[in-house]
Each structure stands twice: as structure tokens, then as C-alpha cells.
């Protein structure tokens, strides 16, 4: 089966500055990678996603780059603000199976 | 207006009982998903049913049973509930599997004592 890693477990950064999470894929076949957004005591909430046909999208603060030869993809929130801490999940998806990554806490300090 | 939801928010329950968690969604998708998440926060997929029918049974203990009386609905029965159970359970939907964005509930924490 797919097996996903997503580094780092936690992250800090200063409000204003830019925030990467970046995700491992070990199967070649998964073809949808979104990300998720998860706030204390609330369900995940899709906040970007790309699928395999595409290196690159981006909606605003967020932005998600995928390398499928090398079988990652990243994560991207500039000028981050408060309410950006939370935990983010990546996700790879093939067929009808759906692979969470471990999670990043992350907290942006005012 | 609420897409997913999930009954109760809050179980707390003894080792050995059984329980039912409740999940229903308005959105009108086919898929809908139960999945687990524990104290380390990692999210780990239990369910997965696709037009009532099972399509993905995790590594899951047979004291979970997942209960589709139709499209909008996906329950999830336990039975003889273990300390280990301890957790919180997250129903989903989606339309199709696996390939579009999955929406969740708000969760239920459950905790065996």
C-alpha cells in the first residue's frame, strides 16, 4: 500500500513569515494530493489539493507543488497570520484508497 | 446547513459496552468514510462505502461494524468496547472515491473508562 511521511511533525514560525510542509509518496500510482487543515476540536477542511497532471497550484496565501518524479509534494502559506495555526495533513490518493500523512502542528507567533 | 454531521459529540462510556456513533450527510454524495484519530493525531482510515455498499475495510477489530440504511447514512456500532478504543472518530463524504475532496464532521471524542 501507499505510504505517506510528512515532515515536520511541528513548526514555529514568526506571523509574516512563510511556512513549508513537505510530504513523501512511495507509490507512483496516486494521482490526487490534497492538503487539510484542522483546527482544535474541529473536523480536517480541504484547503488546497493538485492532482497528478499538474506541477503547481496556488489560491492566495497557499500554494502546493508536486514533483512526481521525485514523489513529493510541498505545501506553501506565505505572510502566515495567527489563525493559520493548526494542525495540516497531506493526503495521497489512489484508486479508492486515501493515505494521511502524520500531521504538522503548526504555530505562528505574533 | 450543516454538510456532515455527527452524533454524539461526546461518549463516555465503560470498558465492555456497546455504543453507536451516528453520522449523516446532506451533501448528497455516494462515498462516505469513518476514520480514526488518536491522541498523536494521526488519521487512519477504518471504513470506506461507496453507493451502501463496503468498499475499504481497514485492519479494524470486528467489534466495529459500520451500518449504510442509505446514501446519506454511515453508523458505526461497537461492540465490547476496550480501553484502546479511546479516541476520536470522524465520519466523511465525498462524491466518488478517494479522487475529490472528502468533507468531515466535526467528530466524536469517545472515551472508555
Known amino acids: 500500500g501507499e505510504n505517506v511521511e510528512q515532515h515536520p511533525s511541528t513548526l514555529s514560525v514568526q506571523e509574516g513569515d512563510s511556512a513549508v510542509i513537505k510530504c513523501t509518496y512511495s507509490?507512483?500510482?496516486?494521482?490526487?494530493f490534497p492538503w487539510y487543515k484542522q483546527e482544535l476540536g474541529k473536523g480536517p477542511q480541504l484547503i488546497i489539493d493538485?492532482?497528478?497532471?499538474?506541477g503547481e497550484k496556488k489560491d492566495q496565501r497557499i500554494a502546493v507543488t508536486l514533483n512526481k518524479t521525485a514523489k513529493h509534494f510541498s505545501l506553501h502559506i506565505t505572510e502566515t497570520q495567527p489563525e493559520d495555526s493548526a494542525v495540516y495533513f497531506c493526503?495521497?490518493?489512489?484508486?479508492?484508497?486515501?493515505?494521511f500523512g502524520t500531521g504538522t502542528s503548526l504555530t505562528v507567533i505574533p | 446547513d450543516t454538510a456532515v454531521s455527527q452524533t454524539p459529540k461526546y461518549l463516555v462510556t465503560q470498558m465492555g459496552n456497546d455504543k453507536s456513533i451516528k453520522c449523516e450527510q446532506n451533501?448528497?454524495?455516494?462515498?462516505m468514510y469513518w476514520y480514526k484519530q488518536d491522541s498523536k493525531k494521526f488519521l487512519k482510515i477504518m471504513f470506506s462505502?461507496?453507493?451502501?455498499?463496503?468498499?475499504i475495510n481497514e485492519t479494524v477489530p470486528n467489534r466495529f461494524s459500520p451500518k449504510s440504511p442509505d446514501k446519506a447514512h454511515l453508523n458505526l456500532h461497537i461492540n465490547s468496547l476496550e480501553l484502546g478504543d479511546s479516541a476520536v472518530y470522524f465520519c466523511?463524504?465525498?462524491?466518488?472515491?478517494?479522487?475529490?475532496?472528502?468533507?468531515f464532521g466535526p467528530g466524536t471524542r469517545l472515551t472508555v473508562t
Open positions: 466523511a463524504s465525498s462524491q466518488g472515491l478517494a479522487i475529490n475532496e472528502q468533507y
Open positions: 507509490d507512483s500510482a496516486s494521482n490526487y
Open positions: 493538485i492532482r497528478s497532471n499538474v
Open positions: 493526503a495521497a490518493s489512489m484508486g479508492n484508497q486515501f493515505y
Open positions: 451533501l448528497g454524495h455516494d462515498t
Open positions: 462505502y461507496n453507493n451502501k455498499e463496503l468498499i
